[in-house]
T-cell receptor, first 114, second 114 residues
Framework: DAEITQSPRHKITETGRQVTLACHQTWNHNNMFWYRQDLGHGLRLIHYSYGVHDTNKGEVSDGYSVSRSNTEDLPLTLESAASSQTSVYFC?????????????FGPGTRLTVT | AQSVTQLGSHVSVSEGALVLLRCNYSSSVPPYLFWYVQYPNQGLQLLLKYTTGATLVKGINGFEAEFKKSETSFHLTKPSAHMSDAAEYFCAVIISYNTDKLIFGTGTRLQVFP
């Protein structure tokens, strides 16, 4: 069965360190998204991609970067982790825009920055 | 600009009682609307969606929602709550039709008491 996976599921890191969160999907979807989930804010979009070599900034992109070298993966990098980036991070994917509009979510990565 | 407001961050019902989760939206284009459910320690899963056509939309697990343009609402209902419905529910509106980007509400946590 097709799926979307995230690793690690839990991560503790120190302020100032670079951290990369992995996202891998086997749906063969063109679109991929990264969100952060914080109490009182719901899900907020960090970065998104519509295909290989395409990346775009979302509403809370400062301090984060992504790259898309193939269809399956969209890793999220925190260049220099800050305590404000402690959150739960979700990756999602969807078919080519304008088809079903349904996003499929991974199980999430809980990141703690100490 | 598009936005979503979910009234009530917590809703408690007894098993067998009606579930009503409120969602109001603002959209500069005819809205496409979604309800997602998040069970503990999991990613989000699509419950139902409204794009065009019938304004009463049926989803999984006995949930349904009605699009009311005059009230700018898309409330989620279920006639009889089950213990397994305890979860967090997110309403979302699409930003634009050719991007699949969503704006999420802040979520409503549903508790079901025996």
């Amino acid at each position: 069965d097709a799926e979307i996976t995230q690793s690690p599921r839990h991560k503790i890191t120190e302020t100032g360190r670079q951290v990369t969160l992995a996202c891998h999907q086997t749906w063969n979807h063109n679109n991929m998204f990264w969100y952060r989930q914080d109490l009182g804010h719901g899900l907020r979009l960090i970065h998104y991609s519509y295909g290989v070599h395409d990346t775009n900034k979302g509403e809370v992109s400062d301090g984060y970067s992504v790259s898309r070298s193939n269809t399956e993966d969209l890793p999220l990098t925190l260049e220099s982790a800050a305590s404000s980036q402690t959150s739960v991070y979700f990756c999602a994917s969807s078919e080519r825009a304008g088809l079903s509009y349904e996003q499929y979510f991974g199980p999430g990565t809980r990141l703690t920055v100490t | 600009a598009q936005s979503v407001t979910q009234l009530g961050s917590h809703v408690s019902v007894s098993e067998g009682a009606l579930v009503l989760l409120r969602c109001n939206y603002s959209s500069s284009v005819p809205p496409y609307l979604f309800w997602y459910v998040q069970y503990p320690n999991q990613g989000l899963q699509l419950l139902l969606k409204y794009t065009t056509g019938a304004t009463l939309v049926k989803g999984i697990n006995g949930f349904e929602a009605e699009f009311k343009k005059s009230e700018t609402s898309f409330h989620l209902t279920k006639p009889s709550a089950h213990m397994s419905d305890a979860a967090e529910y997110f309403c979302a509106v699409i930003i634009s039709y050719n991007t699949d980007k969503l704006i999420f509400g802040t979520g409503t946590r549903l508790q079901v008491f025996p």
